[in-house]
């Protein structure tokens, strides 16, 4: 039996932030502290099989700059699942619950993907962003080639160019 938990980051445990923190780190090579610190202060959504936490992801408030607009977007971060327990829905029952959040609040989801994750989102109607992607820096805009073609998006109500620039805002770790 699995159970699927969505809460503010203020309304979980911390004995349950440690164990989708272990989950990550469990989930993937090259996690870092950025990272995990990159998916607190939102809404996380947890799939727990007894009292374990085998999946985990968040969505947290950023701005994307878009023709002039900062946009106020709700970020998919930190989506992971046990490595025995993938393609039984647990992913997308996640998606299913962070997607509503982000159609209820925010004028577009976006998220950057690793090729496992480019699966799931696709499958969902993510729409890869065709555009050059960017960052807003303290010293300005930087282009961040690497992400091109990595960034999904999942358009509510802004007007979007898909071959157009997009710009993260600055954080450290990995900005997108
Ligand atoms: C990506 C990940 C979260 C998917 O979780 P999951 O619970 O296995 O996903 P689901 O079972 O809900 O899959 C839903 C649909 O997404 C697609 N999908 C998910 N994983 C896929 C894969 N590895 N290859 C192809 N399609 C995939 C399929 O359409 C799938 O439906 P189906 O199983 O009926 O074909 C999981 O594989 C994972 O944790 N990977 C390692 C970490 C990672 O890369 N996270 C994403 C970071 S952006």
């Known amino acids: ?3 699927l938990q969505t809460a503010h980051t203020a ?31 939102g809404i996380h959504a947890l799939v727990w099989e007894g009292d374990e936490v085998i999946a985990h992801a968040s969505v947290v408030q950023r701005r994307l ?9 709700g970020y998919i971060e930190g989506v992971g699942v046990r490595a025995d327990r993938r393609r039984r829905g647990h992913g997308a029952a996640m998606m299913d619950a962070l997607e509503r959040v982000v159609r ?4 577009l989801g976006a998220l950057g993907a690793s090729e496992e994750g480019a699966a799931l989102y696709a499958a969902r109607g993510w729409t890869v962003w065709q555009g050059p992607t960017s960052t807003l820096t303290p010293t300005g805009v930087v ?4 992400d091109d073609g990595w960034v999904y998006v ?6 979007l160019d898909l071959h ?11 900005v997108w």
């Open 1 to 3: 039996m699995t159970k």
């Open 11 to 41: 309304d979980l445990e911390t004995a349950t932030l440690d164990a989708a923190r272990a989950l990550l780190y469990s989930v993937f090579d090259d996690f870092a502290e950025d990272d995990w610190e990159h998916a607190l202060g």
């Open 65 to 73: 700059l878009h023709c002039g607009h900062a946009l106020r977007t």
């Open 104 to 107: 209820g609040a925010y004028d």
């Open 143 to 146: 282009r961040t080639t690497e």
């Open 154 to 159: 999942l358009p509510v109500s802004a007007d």
């Open 164 to 174: 157009g620039e997009l710009t993260c805002d600055w954080r450290e770790g990995d």
